[in-house]
Nanobody, 119 residues
Framework: QVQLVESGGGLVQAGGSLRLSCAASGRLLSFYDMEWFRQAPGKEREFVASVTRGGGSTNYADLVKGRFTISRDNDKNMVSLQMNSLKPEDTAVYYC????????????WGQGTQVTVSS
């Protein structure tokens, strides 16, 4: 089992920055590729960014490419999402997701953290 707890959300003006963190417990995150998703009101949950288990490869949704940066610290069992140049359309609940590198490790979601960007 893996427990994921996101933090760092809040209210920010357009153009501002936030840094989200996802702290894991229960199992080492080095067994997992890590992802961030978001869900805006009335919309489906969508992929934001991912980083492989060793941190060697990252991937971003086109909407956030060049503005968001995902990183991980396996020693601290944490994943972060640096969000710059925020736009009102980035407003959503942001979720951390652990994807096991093999099926038996399972997949896990955090409870989410609210990000609100005002215009």
């Amino acid at each position: 089992q893996v427990q994921l707890v996101e933090s760092g959300g809040g209210l920010v003006q357009a153009g501002g920055s936030l840094r989200l963190s996802c702290a894991a417990s229960g199992r080492l995150l080095s067994f997992y590729d890590m992802e961030w998703f978001r869900q805006a009101p009335g919309k489906e949950r969508e992929f934001v960014a991912s980083v492989t288990r060793g941190g060697g490869s990252t991937n971003y949704a086109d909407l956030v490419k060049g503005r968001f940066t995902i990183s991980r610290d396996n020693d601290k069992n944490m994943v972060s999402l640096q969000m710059n140049s925020l736009k009102p359309e980035d407003t959503a609940v942001y979720y951390c997701h652990a994807r096991g590198v093999v099926p038996t490790y399972g997949n896990y979601w955090g409870q989410g953290t609210q990000v609100t960007v005002s215009s």
